[in-house]
Structure formats: structure tokens, C-alpha cells
């Protein structure tokens, strides 16, 4: 299970509300060692999460002032320790435990990309589902968004591959294609969606500008018709519109397209990423970018068992 979301501000604005989000985590995974093993902070090595780890995380999400990259003398430019020059930090669980939260916060620029968002992402393994229930990740999603502005958020199944090139990606691509709803998009602060969405998940939270693009939370259920499909405001500028009870995975060789998905896709399609993989065709790998561009739409054109 992966939770993610895309912030357009600065680390000094949404530090506090990061901070919610990982207090929520570690209650969340409270009473499992193997979840809190090693961090990464700023440029560290991955070291054991202990005394020093906390600190450094803490601090990293108690700011003390604003600082933009414009103002910074060619020195500080290159201090990783330079408050407010490149806040990020990792929390992970021991190796292939399924745990993970990590925030990256954009570089302040005091004329800020549109394109670039703070991320944060936290996984947890699908045994965890399993035993605490659908509704208990919902209800963490929630309680991490509910003090992020975010641009564009998810929660859903997602396989742990950072890019298209790795070699197991092989063997997955039967399986990728066959369940629709297992998500491979890499989240990270290179992902650069800026206010477009990052496809379509169980759980889609949806903020300015686009709620507001498509008319609003009112609007966005006139045009949503799955039974299972439920539209939640969770303010006048955030929604979350979650595609059924609990995630699935379809089964395209069983009949399960997951139609809710391929209906929310077509009323997000203007507002969707574009395709991420455009390197594909310049390093001379054109049938794999072709691949990959059917499985990037897979939710947009029509459904096939």
C-alpha cells in the first residue's frame, strides 16, 4: 500500500502539517519494530534510526526561517545542512518489510516552479491491509492529509519498482498488465507533476487547482455514476473520491476491469499527467515506450478482458 502527496509549498509552510502526517504514521505502525529501522536526513548515510536520527528529523520539520535558495551565498548553496536548503528525510523498515515514510520538500525559490511539489510518500505491506482492514488505511490517509494543502494525492496497491528499467520488470510485466490496479509510477521529488494527477488509485485526493477546474466537489458526483464510488470534501478546496470499499487489484482475464477507475479516469483525462517515460523512444527503445504508454493508459482506453 503506498499513500502519497504532491504539496506545491515550501517546506517552512507545510512542516507542521508534515509533521501531523508522520505522528500518524508512527501510531499507525506503533508496536512493530520492523518498521522503524534506518533514516537518511539531509546527507547522510542511511544510518540505524535512533536518538540522533529523531533529532535530525525534528529539526527538519521545525524550521526555524524562511530561507529561499536566491539568497544564499555560493557556499550555503552547496552546505547540505543549510536550513531550508534541501529539507528531506527517510524512515524505512528493515529490508523488504514493506515500510516506509519519506518526504522531500521542493528548494525554496522565491519564483517557484509550477511544476515542482514537496512529496510524501509512506508504504506499508499488504500483510498490514490484510490484518487491520481497509477501513484502517483509509482513515490513516485521511488523518495524514487532513493538514497538507496538496495539490493531487493517492492511495492504492503499487509495486515497489522505481523505474521501467530494472530487470525484475520483466517478469512483472504479465502480471502489470493483467492487474490494472497495481500502480508503478515512482512518486518522488523527480516526479515533477506539479497540480496535474498522478493517474488513478483507490483512494484520488484532489486540491486546487483542479477540484476547482472541474467545478467542484458537487459537480465532480453529478458526473461520477459507480454505485461504489464515494466523492468526500474534506474542506471547500480538498476532496478525496475513493473507488469502492477497498483496493483492488481487477483481473482482466476474469472480467474485472475495475470500471469505476476507467470513469474517474475520463473525467480527470485533461487534468492527468502526461506520459512519464518520453526517455524511452530517445534511448532507442521505441517498442518499450510503446508498451509502457499502453499500460499508462490502461484506465483511459476501453477495457478488454
Known amino acids: 500500500m503506498r499513500i502519497v502527496f504532491f504539496v506545491p509549498r515550501d517546506n517552512f509552510d507545510i512542516a507542521a502539517g508534515v509533521s501531523h502526517a508522520l505522528d500518524s504514521y508512527l501510531r499507525a505502525v506503533e508496536g512493530r519494530p520492523s518498521a522503524l529501522f534506518e533514516y537518511t536526513c539531509c546527507d547522510w548515510e542511511p544510518s540505524k534510526l535512533g536518538e540522533r536520527g529523531w533529532e535530525l528529523i525534528r529539526a527538519t520539520l521545525h524550521p526555524q526561517e524562511r530561507r529561499y535558495a536566491d539568497d544564499s551565498t555560493r557556499d550555503e548553496a552547496f552546505s547540505p545542512l543549510k536550513d531550508g536548503a534541501d529539507p528531506y528525510f527517510g524512515i524505512y523498515g528493515e529490508q523488504d518489510s514493506g515500510y516506509s515514510f519519506t518526504y522531500h520538500a521542493r528548494i525554496p525559490w522565491r519564483e517557484a516552479s509550477p511544476i515542482r511539489a514537496s512529496v510524501l510518500l509512506a508504504t506499508l505491506p499488504t500483510e498490514y491491509l490484510e490484518e487491520r482492514g481497509a477501513h484502517f488505511v483509509r482513515e490513516l490517509a485521511l488523518d495524514m492529509a487532513s493538514r497538507l494543502p496538496f495539490a493531487s494525492g493517492h492511495t492504492g496497491l503499487a509495486l515497489d519498482i522505481a523505474t521501467t528499467g530494472l530487470p525484475r520488470l520483466e517478469v512483472l510485466r504479465p502480471f502489470i498488465f493483467r492487474h490494472p490496479g497495481f500502480d508503478?509510477?515512482?512518486?518522488?521529488?523527480?516526479?515533477?507533476?506539479?497540480?496535474?494527477?498522478?493517474?488513478?488509485?483507490?483512494?484520488?485526493?484532489?486540491?486546487?487547482?483542479?477540484?476547482?477546474?472541474?467545478?467542484?466537489?458537487?459537480?465532480?458526483?453529478?458526473?461520477?455514476?459507480?454505485?461504489?464510488?464515494?466523492?468526500?470534501?474534506?474542506?471547500?478546496?480538498?476532496?478525496?473520491?475513493?473507488?469502492?470499499?477497498?483496493?483492488?487489484?481487477?483481473?482482466?482475464?476474469?472480467?474485472?476491469?475495475?470500471?469505476?477507475?476507467?470513469?474517474?479516469?475520463?473525467?480527470?483525462?485533461?487534468?492527468?499527467?502526461?506520459?512519464?517515460?518520453?526517455?524511452?523512444?530517445?534511448?532507442?527503445?521505441?517498442?518499450?515506450?510503446?508498451?509502457?504508454?499502453?499500460?499508462?493508459?490502461?484506465?483511459?482506453?476501453?477495457?478488454?478482458?
Do not use: C
Open 184 to 305: 508503478l509510477r515512482d512518486a518522488n521529488i523527480h516526479s515533477q507533476p506539479g497540480t496535474r494527477v498522478d493517474g488513478v488509485h483507490w483512494m484520488n485526493f484532489l486540491g486546487q487547482p483542479v477540484l476547482g477546474e472541474l467545478g467542484g466537489a458537487e459537480v465532480l458526483r453529478a458526473r461520477l455514476q459507480s454505485p461504489a464510488t464515494e466523492v468526500r470534501p474534506l474542506d471547500d478546496e480538498r476532496v478525496v473520491v475513493t473507488l469502492g470499499p477497498e483496493p483492488e487489484a481487477g483481473d482482466l482475464e476474469q472480467g474485472q476491469p475495475l470500471p469505476a477507475y476507467h470513469e474517474l479516469a475520463r473525467v480527470l483525462e485533461p487534468w492527468l499527467e502526461p506520459f512519464p517515460w518520453n526517455h524511452l523512444r530517445r534511448q532507442g527503445k521505441a517498442s518499450e515506450e510503446d508498451e509502457w504508454r499502453r499500460w499508462w493508459r490502461r484506465f483511459l482506453d476501453p477495457a478488454h478482458p
